[in-house]
């Protein structure tokens, strides 16, 4: 094999988001694309000689072909080893386990999450640190300069890699691990959850449908949940990961995920309904007649955690994304622990992770995870919440009544405004950010706006800083409104606003979350001026 020094030129716009860098798959596809955000990744963390490296990403469409790149790249700039998922498969949260596990110098997860996959959709590439988590701050900075001044890339020029089956081979002179993606995941899930309890579940008549949404999970979720655990076979439905996610959107929403809903509605249903996206970070949970929200989800995560081994001996603290309901600060009131508000992002987490900080971390966008990992973990989700029923013996529909009963209930709901020109929604930002000294005492839809302000973050452990965050306006009575950018997507922008108000009546807790908040969504396109700047009605997603 030879050795090629490839000359090229930087390529504007690689700028990794919150979570890496995503781009239309056909963009990475495009000479030098993919080879100059890699070669820029091991520019910005100080090279990547004689280091170990996790790789592996979600099966989308493209993901094959980059892992051979990578490691083609990898071992012309002298990486000792790289451990790379079997068919260069890895979960996310599986990745970063393999990331702690064996010590290794990071690792590259190729993913675009919960966005769509094809030639024409969504590809990602994303560095997770030593410690298993997205890359800091610091670091994404660090591989954006280095790819604005890139002139050349090393690359070897091979055949490709057999990634087919675990075992050991080498290219050039640097090790190829080929591992299962499954086991390792699995082991680290019996140590966390009472699996002899939740077979006992199963084997009672307990009745689940799980939809992989043909992305990476299905092939964990078959392994833990129906081999390991006893659900019956075809308790997990489109199990075969596709590189167009069987022409789905893999998304676990009520929107992407409606063949679920309505089973999990109908009269016909499953005790308990779960569906994880593309990259398994994800999860939406569903009882029998009811959906759980990402933040109820959390809350009662947090409220319920010591029933799993894993937590018997109580929570450190609890962190959770601003936009994300406060329905888990009133749980860490109660219990005596800390709340910690960070920006949307992952990464946020870690330090306060890796600190003993905090031990159960989520967001409003359908992540959660703990400090077994250093990402958001969409199927230890979904068995925290079987050993939880395991354990309590009630319903989801009775866990969620017991819950809002205990702590009072958050009606919140998160709208999306998906692909609007990124100009107006700039405009429509910049405008409210240039109000919100004038907002606290001003009447809007009936509610009194008590305080509005960007949210920034000192960030406790180390003392950096966040700031640009999000803007936030708060109303009497404990309603919020939070408006943001996001910086997921491929095309145009998303502006996202999150609406919450608090309910402390029993007799209320029933009502239609968006019935609940209809004079808040009032107040929220009154403060912005949603309508008139984006010229749109209604949001493209409510959750």
Same mark, same amino acid.
């Given at each position: ?158 055949? *490709? ?192 992770? *890796? ?67 990124? *100009? ?12 919100? *000294? ?71 807790? /029933? ?13 929220? /396109? ?18």
């Amino acid at each position: 094999m030879e050795r090629l020094t490839i000359e090229t030129r930087p390529i504007e716009g690689q700028k990794p988001g919150t979570s890496g860098l995503r781009k239309k798959t056909r963009t990475f596809m495009e000479p030098h694309y993919l080879e100059n955000f890699v070669a820029a990744i091991f520019q910005g963390i100080g090279g990547a000689k004689d280091k170990t490296f996790v790789l592996g990403g979600d099966g989308r469409y493209f993901n094959d072909r980059a892992a051979q790149v990578i490691l083609r790249m990898a071992a012309a700039a002298g990486a000792q080893r790289v451990i790379v998922g079997r068919d260069a498969l890895l979960s996310t949260p599986a990745a970063s386990n393999l990331i702690r596990t064996r010590k290794t110098d990071g690792g590259i997860i190729l993913s675009a999450s919960h966005n769509p996959g094809g030639p024409d959709e969504d590809f990602g590439v994303k560095f997770n640190t030593p410690n298993g988590g997205p890359a800091p701050e610091e670091v994404t900075n660090r591989i954006f300069e280095a790819s604005k001044r890139i002139e050349t890339y090393t690359i070897v020029e091979t055949t *490709d890699v057999d990634l087919s089956a675990p075992g050991m081979t080498t290219l050039g002179g640097m090790e190829i691990e080929v591992v299962d993606p499954v086991e390792d995941y699995a082991a680290l899930m019996e140590t966390l959850f009472d699996f002899d309890k939740i077979r006992g579940l199963f084997a009672g008549g307990f009745t689940m449908r799980y939809d992989a949404m043909h992305a990476v999970t299905g092939p964990y979720a078959a392994e833990i949940l129906e081999t390991r655990l006893g659900a019956p076979e075809g308790t997990v439905v489109n199990a075969e990961p596709k590189p167009d996610f069987g022409g789905g959107h893999p998304d676990p929403n009520p929107i992407w995920a409606k063949d679920l809903l309505d089973l999990i509605m109908s009269g016909s249903a499953p005790d308990f309904g779960a569906a994880s996206d593309g990259d398994g970070d994800r999860n939406m949970i569903l009882g029998r007649g009811v959906y759980v929200t990402p933040s109820d989800s959390l809350a009662v995560l947090a409220a319920n955690a010591h029933l799993a081994p894993g937590y018997s001996g109580g929570l450190k603290g609890v962190a959770r994304s601003m936009p994300t309901s406060r329905a888990v600060d009133r749980v860490a009131e109660k219990l005596g622990i800390d709340c910690y508000e960070t920006p949307t992002g992952w990464k946020f987490f870690g330090n306060l992770l *890796d600190a003993g900080r905090a031990t159960l971390c989520g967001e409003e966008s359908a992540g959660t995870g703990s400090d077994h990992v250093r990402e958001k973990d969409g199927l230890w989700a979904v068995l925290l919440w079987l050993n939880i029923l395991a354990e309590s013996g009630q319903s989801v529909a009775e866990v969620m009544h017991a819950h809002w009963t205990a702590f009072g209930r958050n009606f919140y709901s998160r709208h999306d405004y998906e692909a609007v020109d990124a *100009d107006a929604a700039t405009r429509m930002m910049d405008a409210l950010r240039d109000r919100l *000294d004038e907002l606290p005492g001003q009447s809007v839809a009936g509610r009194t706006v008590e305080s509005a302000d960007e949210f920034s973050y000192r960030d406790p452990v180390d003392g950096s800083t966040a700031s640009g965050q999000g803007l936030r306006v708060n109303l009497k009575g404990g309603g919020r409104i939070v408006y943001r950018l996001s910086g997921t997507g491929t095309v145009g922008a998303t502006l996202r606003v999150y609406i919450e108000d608090e309910g402390a009546d029993p007799s209320t807790f /029933d009502m239609d979350t968006q019935e609940a908040l209809a004079d808040m969504i009032a107040a929220a /396109d009154e403060i912005a001026g949603i309508k008139t700047y984006t010229g749109r009605d209604v949001p493209d997603v409510r959750t």
